[in-house]
């Protein structure tokens, strides 16, 4: 149960095609993201007044909760297909982890990308500055680690490890930015390896654990265990892939997004490279160049990308992700989580069509 103080919002936020039909169909996670309503707000405590404010201004603001939903959702992998009893206990406890070390990396990223705003209201860095946001962020992740002891250490090196790759992700992305960076910051060729290999790190890494966590704890075999992992990667992958396309080709009153956003911090997407690869001394590399554009720059990018078949390819591309994903799910035979988890990965597909 939630009280008025936990907001009921963030958890409905999450997309209705697999939510609203769960409950229906025997598989029951509503009261699992309740509980991980409750314990993010446990857990996001402190004694120090200003701390604790920080702490809880995006957890306040609200959010889909999909990763608690991936860890809730791989909970039914198991032998007996419920996740009840003590594991279902450690489902929740997982699912406040993934959630808080998603959190924290919101008030990093808006750090890096100098954002203004988050979820709608001021983000941490503009309300207050980079040095609280940052250090919120941090306390967030010390949360994370603290309850993760509490499951053992399997679970506290699982997420050690997809720290360092949400960290490695993050780092790669920045280096192949084509926004001014220091001169002792290394560049990277923004190629398309170059790119997957970074959303691979900030994205997809962290739904990969979500449903490794899920199914790790219900008491999957290893191999289930690294099947279910591929599966959530594959779907990072394609709902990374599918923001890129909502970033030039989405209408900001229907999507809440403002469209070139990555244009404009000098991030080279999907639908962008493969745009360059079709014309890479045209317009296009002509107003991207080097640094960051203007909004008259990025307004005419968008213009020529919305005209490319640049766009159809990064969907065809995340189509492929989808397809892995699914592919990954047969060794768990024709049962309703199947199902749901396949309509969720077409889900990742739908949002860009």
């Avoid at 769960?22 to 701390?51: C, I, K, N």
């Avoid at 489902?91 to 924290?104: N, Q, R, S």
């Avoid at 991030?267 to 107003?287: F, N």
């Amino acid at each position: 149960m939630t009280t008025s103080s936990e907001p009921r919002g963030a958890r409905l936020a999450i997309p209705e095609p697999v939510l609203g039909q769960l409950e229906s169909h025997g598989l029951p996670v509503t009261d699992t993201l309740d509980r991980v309503e409750v314990g993010l707000h446990a857990q996001v405590r402190s004694s120090h007044a200003f701390v604790d404010e920080a702490a809880r201004y995006l957890l306040a603001a609200g959010g889909k909760r999909f990763r608690p939903l991936m860890v809730a959702l791989a909970g039914h992998l198991g032998p007996d297909g419920q996740a009840g009893g003590v594991q279902r206990s450690e489902l929740v406890d997982a699912g406040v982890i993934v959630e808080l070390v998603h959190l924290a990396t919101l008030y990093h990223d808006d750090v890096i990308d100098e954002a203004a705003a988050r979820r709608g209201a001021p983000s941490a860095n503009h309300r207050w500055d980079n040095t609280v946001a940052i250090l919120t962020g941090d306390y967030l992740f010390s949360c994370a680690s603290a309850l993760s002891a509490d499951l053992g250490v399997e679970v506290t090196r699982i997420m050690a490890r997809t720290l360092a790759a949400l960290c490695e992700g993050q780092i790669r992305e920045v280096q192949g930015s084509m926004s001014a960076l220091l001169p002792e910051v290394p560049t990277i060729e923004p190629t398309l390896e170059h790119y997957l290999e970074a959303i691979s790190g900030k994205t997809a890494s962290l739904i990969a654990t979500s449903c490794r966590y899920g199914a790790l704890l219900s008491g999957v075999d290893e191999d289930g265990v690294e099947a279910a992992a591929r599966y959530g990667w594959n779907v990072g992958m394609a709902f990374q892939l599918s923001d890129d396309v909502l970033d030039i080709d989405s209408d900001q009153a229907t999507s809440g997004k403002t469209p070139g956003t990555d244009l404009k911090e000098g991030v080279r997407t999907l639908p962008v490279l493969y745009a360059l690869e079709d014309d890479a001394d045209g317009e296009l590399a002509g107003l991207l160049g080097d640094g960051a554009p203007s909004d008259e720059q990025v307004a005419r990018a968008i213009e020529l990308l919305r005209g490319s078949d640049a766009i159809d390819r990064a969907r065809d591309t995340a189509g492929t992700y989808v397809t892995a994903a699914v592919s990954e799910l047969e060794r768990f035979g024709d049962r309703r989580i199947v199902t749901a988890l396949t309509r969720l990965a077409e889900y990742a597909l739908h949002r860009a069509g």
